[in-house]
C-alpha cells in the first residue's frame, strides 16, 4: 500500500489530497479515518484522527487523552484520494498511518511522512521530542 499527500510539504489548516494506491490482493477495504502522528522522541503517537471528504467535508479530530475517539465507515473501496484538513500543527515533521482490512480482518498498514511548514497558531510539536 502506498499513500501520498498532495501537496506536500503543506500548512496548517490547509487542505490536501489523501491518495491510497494499493497493489495488493482483492478484497481490502479502507476507512474514512486514518491517524495524523508526531514523534514524541521515542515512538510515533497518535494526535488527530483525520477524515477524508466522502461527502460530508473533511474534519480534523484531536485525540484527547482518556478519551476514545472513533470515526465510523469502514468499507472504502481501494485505491481512493479524498481531501483532507492538515491539524493546526506546529511546522515540523509528521507522520499518517492507515489501514486496510482484508475480508478476513487481515490488518495492512500504511504510512506517509508530512511536512507541515510555516504558519503555525497553536498545536502540538512535530519534531523529534515534540510531540
Known amino acids: ?3 501520498t499527500v498532495d ?7 490547509s ?3 489523501l491518495s491510497v494506491d494499493s497493489r495488493l490482493p482483492v478484497g481490502l477495504v479502507d476507512g474514512v479515518a ?21 461527502g460530508n467535508g473533511p474534519t480534523t479530530l484531536k485525540i484527547e487523552a482518556g478519551a476514545t475517539t472513533t470515526i465510523p465507515a469502514l468499507g472504502l473501496s ?15 515533521l509528521y507522520r499518517i498511518r492507515d489501514e ?7 490488518t495492512i498498514a500504511g ?21
Open 34 to 54: 486514518t491517524w495524523w502522528q508526531c514523534w514524541n522522541g521515542t515512538m510515533w503517537i497518535d494526535i488527530y484522527l483525520v477524515e477524508r471528504d466522502y
Open 1 to 3: 500500500m502506498t499513500l
Open 7 to 13: 501537496p506536500n510539504p503543506v500548512e496548517p489548516g
Open 100 to 106: 486496510l482490512v482484508s475480508q478476513g480482518s487481515e
Open 78 to 92: 481501494v485505491p481512493n484520494s479524498a481531501a483532507i484538513i492538515v491539524p493546526d500543527v506546529a511546522p515540523g
Open 15 to 17: 487542505a490536501a489530497i
Open 111 to 131: 504510512f506517509v511522512l508530512v511536512e507541515v511548514v510555516s504558519g503555525h497558531t497553536s498545536g502540538e510539536g512535530g519534531t523529534a521530542g515534540d510531540g
